[in-house]
């Protein structure tokens, strides 16, 4: 027997090739492997040959990475770091980006910070650099970034920032085209795994944070010294511990060689006082994402935010969680802030994404929505206490035809919400890509007859069915009829409740999580799912009941 509570599991992989080497490498047999021979014009400096020793026994760095010969020959250049670091400047530019991913990936932390120090282009974005490319099939995004080489990156950008002109020399082709935009955005937010050699977006944000701190204190600029300002874009992450610093880094970068951006704002159990003085000092061209969580912020306290966030007329996404507001007992005042908060959200033009969770919207959504610009294509409305007249309401608004994600979780859709809700399903059908229901109370009954219209979902990619008290026939049905959607990847499935012992009926969703199931029985299941997904092609497809992956996506990749 074991508990519902910890990783889940599932079926189901992908990989890919790597591409072709390039022509500037040659392959020359050696003893009991090769030689790569990398050849590049050094500037001023005649020819520069590196010859690179390459095992075919050697084995990958990480299971399941695909590595060309390009790959592998570059980081057996940096194997010799302090060789590598005074060849940089005779290597042509065009190597950086992939001498940067692999000095990134193997921590080679010395080379790291000279690259970034010696940067050659306007951008160094993260994005770009770390991705999924035509040498190396790790995607380095999709995971926790190295602390080490984090600290690398931001010391080799001081070091750039307190090089003199008359140090330049060796560098010119940098100075040329320096440096005026690190990106550092887009990393891998923090999941329930922490591996202490690891940098979280806390940590992160604290790390960046420091260094404009210090770049400030500095005091005046050295004779000789004129620093080409830098813009550093982050993604901030803020609670009550960090907030004094935050905002005492963003007060210095103003004036500072070191511009910090926010791209994405995400603020945990802060203040609403603290929350408006962050908003204050942040730029209004940059900010891409506003998240608060935990802030219990109430319409009282929402009305009084809300001004500082319209501001931002490029806002694509906002995030708004524990809106409270009796909708049943209306005050007075309620409703007055409510009125208000709806007048400011009529200011958003570029806005895309919405998350209302876990607030109470029963018989508002029209109102909410009726005020905004521009359709949304990303609506969260977890644990809303959604009425069947707000479903209805949705299905026949403009935004349903715009729908990427949905996310209902939390809403009771077994009784009267059912119909409209398959009504929404039809008319979000043709654009739907990620749809999340857990805990929705869908027993079989529901399932099967929300089936038709679900399958009509031909580009869904995702469907989130954690909680729910569905059978393992329940399961075997869904599975069939979703062979028709080409386009799925990934369905995060209950525990079945024939995997229970002793379940009352119908199972409230605390029972669901919290109680024991029989091992033997899901994994029985397990493998019964997965022989269902090789008979009918779909071995690709991941069925899993994790809840804590990182499957669910964001809006902006999706």
């Given at each position: 027997?074991?508990?519902?509570?910890?990783?889940?599991?599932?079926?189901?992989?992908?990989?890919?090739?790597?591409?072709?080497?390039?022509?500037?490498?040659?392959?020359?047999?050696?003893?009991?492997?090769?030689?790569?021979?990398?050849?590049?014009?050094?500037?001023?400096?005649?020819?520069?040959?590196?010859?690179?020793?390459?095992?075919?026994?050697?084995?990958?760095?990480?299971?399941?990475?695909?590595?060309?010969?390009?790959?592998?020959?570059?980081?057996?250049?940096?194997?010799?770091?302090?060789?590598?670091?005074?060849?940089?400047?005779?290597?042509?530019?065009?190597?950086?980006?992939?001498?940067?991913?692999?000095?990134?990936?193997?921590?080679?932390?010395?080379?790291?910070?000279?690259?970034?120090?010696?940067?050659?282009?306007?951008?160094?974005?993260?994005?770009?650099?770390?991705?999924?490319?035509?040498?190396?099939?790790?995607?380095?995004?999709?995971?926790?970034?190295?602390?080490?080489?984090?600290?690398?990156?931001?010391?080799?950008?001081?070091?750039?920032?307190?090089?003199?002109?008359?140090?330049?020399?060796?560098?010119?082709?940098?100075?040329?085209?320096?440096?005026?935009?690190?990106?550092?955005?887009?990393?891998?937010?923090?999941?329930?795994?922490?591996?202490?050699?690891?940098?979280?977006?806390?940590?992160?944000?604290?790390?960046?944070?420091?260094?404009?701190?210090?770049?400030?204190?500095?005091?005046?600029?050295?004779?000789?010294?004129?620093?080409?300002?830098?813009?550093?874009?982050?993604?901030?992450?803020?609670?009550?511990?960090?907030?004094?610093?935050?905002?005492?880094?963003?007060?210095?970068?103003?004036?500072?060689?070191?511009?910090?951006?926010?791209?994405?704002?995400?603020?945990?159990?802060?203040?609403?006082?603290?929350?408006?003085?962050?908003?204050?000092?942040?730029?209004?061209?940059?900010?891409?994402?506003?998240?608060?969580?935990?802030?219990?912020?109430?319409?009282?306290?929402?009305?009084?935010?809300?001004?500082?966030?319209?501001?931002?007329?490029?806002?694509?996404?906002?995030?708004?969680?524990?809106?409270?507001?009796?909708?049943?007992?209306?005050?007075?005042?309620?409703?007055?802030?409510?009125?208000?908060?709806?007048?400011?959200?009529?200011?958003?033009?570029?806005?895309?994404?919405?998350?209302?969770?876990?607030?109470?919207?029963?018989?508002?959504?029209?109102?909410?929505?009726?005020?905004?610009?521009?359709?949304?294509?990303?609506?969260?409305?977890?644990?809303?206490?959604?009425?069947?007249?707000?479903?209805?309401?949705?299905?026949?608004?403009?935004?349903?035809?715009?729908?990427?994600?949905?996310?209902?979780?939390?809403?009771?859709?077994?009784?009267?919400?059912?119909?409209?809700?398959?009504?929404?399903?039809?008319?979000?059908?043709?654009?739907?890509?990620?749809?999340?229901?857990?805990?929705?109370?869908?027993?079989?009954?529901?399932?099967?007859?929300?089936?038709?219209?679900?399958?009509?979902?031909?580009?869904?990619?995702?469907?989130?069915?954690?909680?729910?008290?569905?059978?393992?026939?329940?399961?075997?049905?869904?599975?069939?009829?979703?062979v028709a959607q080409a386009e799925l990847r990934t369905v995060v499935h209950p525990f079945p409740v024939d995997c229970y012992e002793g379940l009352p009926w119908p199972p409230p969703a605390s029972v669901l999580l919290e109680a024991s199931i029989n091992e033997e029985k899901f994994a029985r299941?397990?493998?019964?799912?997965?022989?269902?997904?090789?008979?009918?092609?779909?071995?690709?497809?991941?069925?899993?009941?994790?809840?804590?992956?990182?499957?669910?996506?964001?809006?902006?990749?999706?």
């Amino acid at each position: 027997m074991r508990t519902r509570r910890g990783r889940g599991r599932g079926v189901g992989a992908n990989a890919k090739l790597g591409q072709p080497i390039p022509g500037f490498l040659e392959r020359r047999p050696m003893g009991g492997g090769d030689v790569i021979a990398a050849r590049w014009a050094g500037r001023g400096a005649g020819r520069c040959s590196l010859v690179c020793p390459f095992s075919a026994r050697w084995p990958p760095a990480w299971p399941g990475a695909m590595h060309t010969l390009v790959f592998l020959s570059t980081r057996q250049v940096l194997q010799c770091q302090p060789a590598a670091c005074q060849a940089l400047p005779l290597l042509p530019r065009e190597l950086f980006p992939l001498l940067f991913k692999v000095a990134f990936m193997d921590k080679k932390t010395v080379v790291l910070r000279e690259l970034v120090h010696t940067w050659p282009f306007p951008l160094l974005s993260f994005q770009q650099l770390l991705q999924e490319c035509a040498h190396c099939s790790r995607a380095l995004l999709q995971e926790r970034p190295s602390t080490e080489s984090m600290q690398a990156v931001i010391l080799g950008l001081t070091a750039r920032l307190h090089t003199p002109e008359a140090e330049a020399g060796t560098q010119s082709f940098c100075r040329k085209h320096a440096l005026r935009v690190l990106d550092m955005t887009g990393l891998l937010d923090d999941g329930v795994e922490q591996d202490p050699g690891t940098m979280s977006m806390w940590d992160c944000t604290a790390a960046v944070a420091r260094t404009c701190i210090a770049q400030q204190q500095g005091g005046t600029v050295e004779p000789g010294l004129n620093p080409v300002p830098v813009e550093v874009r982050v993604d901030l992450r803020v609670n009550r511990a960090s907030y004094a610093f935050l905002r005492e880094a963003l007060r210095s970068s103003a004036g500072s060689p070191l511009r910090l951006c926010c791209r994405d704002l995400r603020a945990e159990d802060l203040p609403m006082r603290n929350t408006v003085a962050l908003l204050q000092l942040l730029d209004a061209g940059c900010l891409r994402r506003v998240d608060l969580r935990f802030n219990n912020l109430g319409l009282r306290g929402l009305s009084v935010i809300i001004p500082h966030v319209a501001r931002f007329q490029h806002l694509a996404s906002l995030r708004l969680h524990y809106v409270h507001g009796d909708s049943r007992q209306p005050s007075v005042d309620g409703e007055d802030n409510f009125r208000y908060f709806l007048a400011q959200m009529g200011r958003f033009t570029c806005l895309r994404e919405l998350s209302m969770g876990s607030s109470l919207l029963s018989g508002r959504l029209d109102q909410l929505l009726s005020a905004l610009q521009s359709p949304l294509e990303s609506l969260e409305l977890a644990f809303c206490a959604l009425l069947p007249e707000d479903l209805r309401f949705l299905a026949r608004s403009p935004h349903a035809v715009h729908l990427k994600k949905l996310d209902l979780s939390g809403n009771d859709l077994s009784g009267s919400q059912l119909e409209p809700f398959q009504g929404l399903l039809q008319a979000a059908a043709a654009t739907l890509l990620h749809l999340e229901l857990t805990e929705c109370q869908l027993a079989d009954t529901q399932l099967l007859a929300t089936l038709p219209v679900l399958t009509r979902c031909a580009s869904l990619r995702y469907l989130g069915l954690y909680g729910n008290p569905l059978s393992m026939a329940g399961l075997k049905e869904l599975l069939r009829d979703s062979v028709a959607q080409a386009e799925l990847r990934t369905v995060v499935h209950p525990f079945p409740v024939d995997c229970y012992e002793g379940l009352p009926w119908p199972p409230p969703a605390s029972v669901l999580l919290e109680a024991s199931i029989n091992e033997e029985k899901f994994a029985r299941v397990e493998a019964e799912l997965h022989q269902l997904l090789l008979a009918s092609g779909r071995a690709h497809v991941v069925w899993t009941t994790d809840i804590y992956g990182r499957l669910a996506a964001d809006y902006f990749s999706l």
